[in-house]
Nanobody, 116 residues
Framework: QVQLEESGGGLVQAGGSLRLSCAAS????????MAWYRQAPGKQREFVAS???????GYADSVKGRFFISRDNAKNTVYLQMNSLKPEDTAVYYC??????????WGQGTQVTVSS
């Protein structure tokens, strides 16, 4: 069983920054890609950013240049540095882990609220 524990969410004013963390534990064979998704009230869950084992990154257009994803493979942890936050970034943020066997696991989510 794999557990993902997210942290770092909270309330911040527009223009501020937050750093999310997601630590994986349990029976992990090999982590391949780690990613962040978010879901705003009344909307579908959407992709935010991803990072492969090799360190290749991808971002949604809406966050490019403001959000930065990184990972610490020794700690099985992925981070999301969020800068210049906007009210439209308000959502529950989820991390997702994909193993080399293509198994996927989701965290429980952490709330990010950006006030205007």
């Amino acid at each position: 069983q794999v557990q993902l524990e997210e942290s770092g969410g909270g309330l911040v004013q527009a223009g501020g920054s937050l750093r999310l963390s997601c630590a994986a534990s349990g029976s992990i064979f090999r982590i391949n890609t780690m990613a962040w998704y978010r879901q705003a009230p009344g909307k579908q869950r959407e992709f935010v950013a991803s990072i492969t084992l090799a360190g290749n990154t991808g971002y949604a257009d809406s966050v490019k240049g403001r959000f930065f994803i990184s990972r610490d493979n020794a700690k099985n942890t992925v981070y999301l540095q969020m800068n210049s936050l906007k009210p439209e970034d308000t959502a529950v943020y989820y991390c997702r882990l994909t193993t080399s066997l293509s198994l996927q696991y989701w965290g429980q989510g952490t709330q990010v609220t950006v006030s205007s």
